[in-house]
C-alpha cells in the first residue's frame, strides 16, 4: 500500500519502521502525535510531493512515482543525499565500526579472523568517505551551478568549456557502487567467520550491515536515477543555447 499525504505520520512508521532515519533526512522530529503527513510537511516547510516519493521508493524498490520526481528543485534532492552522506559518515559509520572493534576485542579465540573483519570495514570506511567528499566537494556544486543557469537561462564560455571538459554523464560512469563491498562483508562474516563470544553482537552487526546496504542503495539509485539524467537534460539545453550565441 502506498504512502499518502492523508496518512497519519505515526501509522506509516508503524507499519515501516525502516523510514525512521528517513524522516529525520527531512527535519521531522518525532513528537508529531496524530498528524497526517501532509500536515508534518508543512509545519516543516518540506515539499509534501517529494516527501512522498523518496518514501514510498524507499520502502518499495517496484514503487512507481505517482509525480515525476524531475519536476523537483534540484537543490532539494541535494540537500536530501547530503543529510544522508552525514547519517553515514556521523551515525551509522561510527556505530557499526565501534560494535565491531568490541567484538574483535573480545574474540579471545580466532582474534585474527576477527581482525581481519575489523580492517576490511576500516578501509570500507576510507572508500565512502572518500566517494562522499567527492560528491560533495565537486559534484554537488556542479550540479547547483548547472541548475542556477539553467533557471536564468544564462550560459558563459567558462561554464560552456567546464561542461565539455566533464559532465554529469563522466561522473555517472565513473560512479562507484559502494553497496558492493558491503555485500562481501556480509558474506564473509556469515560464511567464514567462526562463532564469536559474543553472538547476540554478531547478529546484531550483520543486521546494521544488511540496513545500510538497503539504504545505499536507495541513495544511489537517486543519484543515478534521478539526479543524472535530470542535469544530463540542462546541461544539454544550455550547450545547444550556448552554440546559437
Ligand atoms: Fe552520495
Ligand atoms: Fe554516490
Redesign the pocket.
Known amino acids: 500500500m502506498n504512502i499518502t499525504s492523508d496518512m497519519k505520520l505515526a501509522d506509516v512508521l508503524f507499519h515501516n519502521y525502516a523510514l525512521l532515519p528517513v524522516i529525520s533526512r527531512f527535519d521531522i522530529r518525532l513528537g508529531f502525535g496524530d498528524k497526517t503527513v501532509a500536515e508534518v510537511c508543512n509545519d516543516s516547510g518540506m515539499n509534501v510531493d517529494f516527501f512522498l516519493e523518496i518514501t514510498n521508493s524507499y520502502v518499495d524498490e517496484d514503487y512507481v512515482p505517482q509525480k515525476d520526481l524531475n519536476s523537483f528543485p534540484v537543490s532539494l534532492i541535494i540537500n536530501y ?1 547530503k543529510k ?2 552525514q547519517y553515514y559518515l556521523n551515525e551509522k559509520i561510527p556505530e557499526i565500526e565501534k560494535n565491531i572493534h568490541r567484538i574483535t576485542k573480545t574474540a579471545y579465540s580466532n582474534s585474527d579472523k576477527f581482525r581481519l573483519v575489523e580492517n576490511f570495514f576500516r578501509e570500507y570506511k576510507i572508500e565512502l568517505t572518500n ?2 567528499s567527492r ?1 560533495e566537494s565537486k559534484v554537488y556544486p556542479y550540479v547547483l551551478e548547472i541548475e542556477s543557469a539553467f533557471y536564468k537561462n544564462r550560459i558563459d564560455k567558462k561554464l560552456f568549456e567546464r561542461i565539455s571538459a566533464y559532465s554529469i554523464n563522466d561522473y555517472a560512469s565513473e560512479h562507484d557502487n ?1 553497496e558492493e563491498k558491503l555485500f562481501d562483508l556480509k558474506k564473509i562474516i556469515i560464511k567464514y567467520l567462526p562463532p564469536s563470544d559474543m553472538p547476540a553482537l554478531s547478529i546484531s552487526i550483520l543486521t546494521e550491515l544488511f540496513r545500510l546496504e538497503k539504504d545505499l542503495n536507495a ?2 539509485a537517486l ?1 543515478d536515477k534521478t539526479l543524472v539524467p535530470k542535469v544530463a537534460a540542462m546541461e544539454e539545453k544550455l550547450l545547444s543555447q550556448f552554440r546559437k550565441q
Do not use: P
Open positions: 543525499l544522508t552522506h566517494h562522499i560528491e559502494v541513495h544511489t543519484e
